[in-house]
């Protein structure tokens, strides 16, 4: 007699139940692929390119994933309602509740962990994106008037973005600071320096370094090249503006320097000044950081300089806008990244931390914009050089653009010339500007003498370094009176 062998039917049952938390998984996981690469659908520039990258073809992976783990779940569950099975419903509660508590422990770890600062949601040394405006817009305000309270010697312009307020002291902690009733900077507050008999006057133009910040007017370099011209014949006037570009320095030639009449007008700048003449709001290069929050913008248009925010907009304007793609020609902007932003669409999930922890690693693509792109730079900067200098000699003056190289730079020369060369001199010489370059002067000088180390691997000219670049121009003005004193 045969005895059949024994049947156990819990064999089958737990292989369909691995079969069927195998298809859940990978169905939650499928969807997940699916979702993030959909994000990124955004930075391409139509749906062939999409489907042509790896994003894309991770997408229609995850897609066919989603499908076939699906179908294996609806295919159990029929099974499941076929025999009253309670299996089903007990592996779905599994893998809900592992994968809830995952999630949740994921998500808790990051909020927990994470520090909220004006920049944004910090973790690990990473800014989590996107960006908030409804988080950072009233940030940004609260530390601009903040900032504004403090200090009246810098103030709104609708024309330059700021400037040098008249008749006014301010302080930065190192020094302190005076303007003339022109808004100038000047030894005494108030002084007019109309009254100042001088057979040579020369105007200064530039950023801080021009301004010479953290130093006593006696010690910028505008004071001590009027002491190495000669005081009795030589009035030296500094425009220079903290925070300007190469733009808001031409800006502040036309606005407030041409009535002047100046023999020699000096337009000084660094490498970053340049940079900023593709800048609209500061507060997009330096989030958290108080200061004005926008500026003029030049682009070209059939190869004439056209200003687009003038007048430019104030802070409460800026900061009132309901999202950061309102703000007025933001995509004119250099330091604007649509892809850093929050995407009405996309709310809900950027609501979840490790979302947006992925997300940041795995960021979208910008797309190339024609007015924020290197070659929009070069012409934009080189047309306004132009400008400045035709338009000087128009008034019957002598244009000098001057360049002043950073710590970095004059450490590093003259041995490494090529990159130097190319950013921003390179620019320039293509251009056909001649420009006067203090590099091979203050080289002379040890780097470390010349400057403050008031910010990391850079750093505003020290009391030495402004008494140098004074001692380097002081022979080029004096060549430039002289030729043309020849030529006429």
Not at 174 to 190: E, L, N, Q, T, V
Request: hydrophobic residues 45%; charged residues 20%.
């Amino acid at each position: 007699m045969t005895i059949p062998k024994a049947v156990h039917p819990g064999k089958s049952t737990v292989a369909t139940d691995r079969v069927l938390l195998a298809a859940l998984y990978i169905c939650e996981f499928c969807a997940a692929l699916v979702i993030l690469t959909l994000y990124r659908l955004r930075g391409k520039s139509d749906a062939l390119a999409f489907v042509s990258s790896r994003p894309g073809i991770v997408c229609l992976v995850g897609s066919l994933g989603v499908v076939v783990s699906i179908a294996i779940i609806i295919h159990a569950f029929r099974k499941s309602s076929r025999t009253g099975s309670k299996q089903f419903a007990m592996a779905v509660l599994m893998n809900l509740i592992s994968v809830m508590t995952a999630i949740g422990l994921g998500e808790l770890t990051l909020r927990v962990l994470a520090v909220r600062t004006p920049e944004g949601v910090l973790f690990a040394k990473t800014v989590l994106l996107p960006r908030s405006w409804r988080d950072e817009a009233p940030d940004q305000l609260k530390m601009f008037q903040n900032m504004a309270s403090k200090s009246t010697y810098l103030v709104y312009d609708e024309l330059l973005g700021w400037t040098v307020s008249p008749n006014t002291t301010g302080d930065d902690g190192s020094a302190r600071y005076f303007s003339s009733s022109d808004g100038i900077r000047s030894p005494r507050m108030g002084m007019a320096f109309a009254t100042s008999p001088a057979d040579y006057r020369i105007a200064l133009i530039g950023d801080s370094m021009t301004f010479s910040v953290k130093l006593p007017y006696e010690e910028s370099w505008g004071r001590q090249l009027e002491i190495e011209l000669g005081p009795s014949k030589f009035q030296v006037l500094n425009f220079g503006v903290p925070g300007y570009g190469v733009d808001q320095a031409y800006l502040r030639y036309q606005h407030d320097v041409r009535r002047w009449r100046p023999k020699i007008t000096i337009l000084a700048f660094v490498a970053d000044d340049l940079l900023r003449n593709l800048v609209v709001y500061n507060f997009l290069r330096s989030p958290g950081t108080a200061w004005f929050p926008s500026k003029p913008r030049f682009v070209l248009r059939d190869n004439h300089l056209t200003a687009l925010n003038i007048p430019v907009p104030q802070a409460e304007e800026i900061f009132s806008t309901r999202t950061v793609r309102a703000l007025p020609f933001v995509e004119y902007d250099w330091f604007y990244k649509w892809t850093e932003w929050e995407r009405p669409n996309w709310q809900f999930f950027q609501r979840s931390y490790l979302f947006r922890l992925v997300t940041t690693i795995y960021p979208l693509s910008e797309l190339q914009r024609n007015d924020t792109n290197p070659a929009a730079l070069e012409a934009v900067s080189s047309e306004i050089f132009r400008s400045f200098i035709r338009l000087v000699r128009a008034d019957g003056a002598i244009p000098m653009v001057v360049y002043l190289p950073s710590r970095d730079e004059l450490a590093h020369y003259p041995l490494n010339p090529p990159g130097y060369l190319q950013w921003p001199l390179g620019i320039l010489a293509h251009a056909g500007i001649q420009v006067t370059d203090l590099s091979p002067c203050l080289s002379r000088t040890s780097y470390a003498d010349l400057f403050l180390n008031d910010w990391p691997g850079g750093g505003h000219y020290a009391a030495k370094g402004n008494v140098a670049i004074a001692k380097c121009l002081y022979g080029v003005v004096l060549e430039h009176l002289s030729k043309e004193k020849r030529t006429k």
